[in-house]
Nanobody, 123 residues
Framework: QVQLVESGGGLVQAGGSLRLSCAAS????????MGWFRQAPGKEREFVVA????????RYSDSVKGRFTISRDNAKNTVYLQMNSLKPEDTAIYYC????????????????WGQGTQVTVSS
């Protein structure tokens, strides 16, 4: 079992930045791909970004490419999401997740979910 706890969400103005963290416990995340999904009010949960277990491969959705950056520190069992140039349409609950690889993760086949952290971008 892996427990995932997200933090770092909050309220920010459009154009601002936030950094989300996801701390894992229970097992080492070193063998998992890690990813972030988000769900806006009234919408389905959507894939945002994923990173391979070694950090060499990343996969981004087109909507965040060039603005968001995922990274991981396996020694700290933590994955990060740096979000820059935020837009009101980025407002959502952001969920951390694990999966076998970035491709499978991007399809929504997730092994474990975090509880989510709210990100609100005001215009």
């Amino acid at each position: 079992q892996v427990q995932l706890v997200e933090s770092g969400g909050g309220l920010v103005q459009a154009g601002g930045s936030l950094r989300l963290s996801c701390a894992a416990s229970g097992r080492s995340i070193g063998s998992y791909a890690m990813g972030w999904f988000r769900q806006a009010p009234g919408k389905e949960r959507e894939f945002v970004v994923a990173i391979s277990y070694g950090g060499s491969t990343t996969r981004y959705s087109d909507s965040v490419k060039g603005r968001f950056t995922i990274s991981r520190d396996n020694a700290k069992n933590t994955v990060y999401l740096q979000m820059n140039s935020l837009k009101p349409e980025d407002t959502a609950i952001y969920y951390c997740s694990t999966g076998p690889n970035t491709l499978v993760l991007s399809t929504g086949k997730v092994d474990y979910w975090g509880q989510g952290t709210q990100v609100t971008v005001s215009s």
